[in-house]
């Protein structure tokens, strides 16, 4: 047996039995209090959903299990000393909860590429059949979803499986589906933006270098900058848009496929992953309403105007953060490391200095300050991935490393079907006593 696998048999059956005894022994004990404007703002704040991949704190952030971003960059294992940790070194942390050795990391990676050699034909028949001009993000949820013809989850409950060996196809299929979305997503890529010059993965290369490789991108500090993508946009806690439908759907018993390409709806929302792109509509308006180099005056009342025209300012605010989102900063320590000088950084930069007073001059916008989309896509087009619409299909490869362990656990644990109860206007006007 695999030697990941063989672990999360271990680890998982301990864990499913504390959760069994403690739902026995403490299951009627009241946790919290939920008002109605929660319920009606969005369930914001509600704790209704057991996710142990990661946690979101408002003040510092997200925490891969129990690692912040810079203790993640400085545990977790890389291909060289100066380079971004990979990617699937964050995926063997939050399926297990333990920092993994460089070997592990290896075999995980052999893993992938083997499984990625695997993907049915009938998944690129799927994309070649759209226009090129459907958004990436339609193409991309079409090839899942037709991926799932390969569902060993699927086959095996066909076939009768006991319901405690659910995890173990979830398992393979996950791991499937992980390996093959690179190369989704970089086939997209080269067939709606360059011509259709598809490139072969290597399978000597790590997951997200590959992802940069077949992208038409060999150079190392692209493949850098890829790793940390992937790894900054992997998890954000249970209760966002993709990784709480990627679970309810899954509580169905929905194989892997169908609950991620659920979740990948959601994420092409654009107050969800398509904000990156939306960020980039913004700025490119904005440079060519002004210019390229315009004043904090300037940028104030543009920004003033998207809010007097009635929209948002993409790429800040947050449902659950209140400070400045430390994949931003960590992106932006990035691009004054390497590109200090790029004028879409330097424009970045000006924009973190004025909007939040922006936004805050409203009174209402809780968190005024800038999210992990605000960055994302001008260092992508600094480094000469410049084609916007592609930049929510990469948010959704790397979010399949944190929504699909996820969704595995959900299955070692038994989570049931989710079911939350609904209720009318009137139902809730009478219960609080509206007159
Ligand atoms: N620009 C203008 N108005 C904003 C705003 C922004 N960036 N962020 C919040 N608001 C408004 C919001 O629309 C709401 O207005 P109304 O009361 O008129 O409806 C008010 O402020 C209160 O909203 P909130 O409680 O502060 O935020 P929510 O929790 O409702 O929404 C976001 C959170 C992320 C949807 C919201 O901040 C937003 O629309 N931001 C811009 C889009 C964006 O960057 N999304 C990406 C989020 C990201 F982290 C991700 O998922 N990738």
Redesign the pocket.
Known sequence: MDPVKQKLKEVGSKRAEQLKRLVAEHGNDVIQEVTLEQVI??M?GIVALLTDTSSLDPEEGIRFRDYSIPELRQHLPKLKDDGEPLPEGLFYLMLLGEIPDRATVDFISRDWARRAADIPGHAFDVINALPKSAHPMIQFNTAILAMSTQSHFRKAYMEGMDKKDYWDPMYEGVNDLISRLPVIAAYIYRRVFHNEKYIDMDPSLDWAGNLAHMMGYDSEEIKRLMRLYMVLHAD?EGG??SAHTTHLVGTALSNPYYSFAAGMNGLAG????M??Q??MVWLEQLIAEIGDNPTKEQIREYAEN??KQG?????????V?RKT?PRFTEQLNFANKYIPEAPLIKLVRNIYEVVPDV?RS?G????PWP????ISGSLLTSYGITEHPIYTVL?GVSRSLGVLSSLIWDRIYGQPLERPSSKSLEWYMKKVGFK
């Open positions: 703002s969005g914001k954000h966002n848009v654009p107050l969800h992953g904000a990156n939306e960020v998207t809010l929209r948002v300012i993409p790429g800040y605010g947050h449902a953060l989102d936004l409203t209402k916008v809780k968190n999210n992990v989309d605000a948010f």
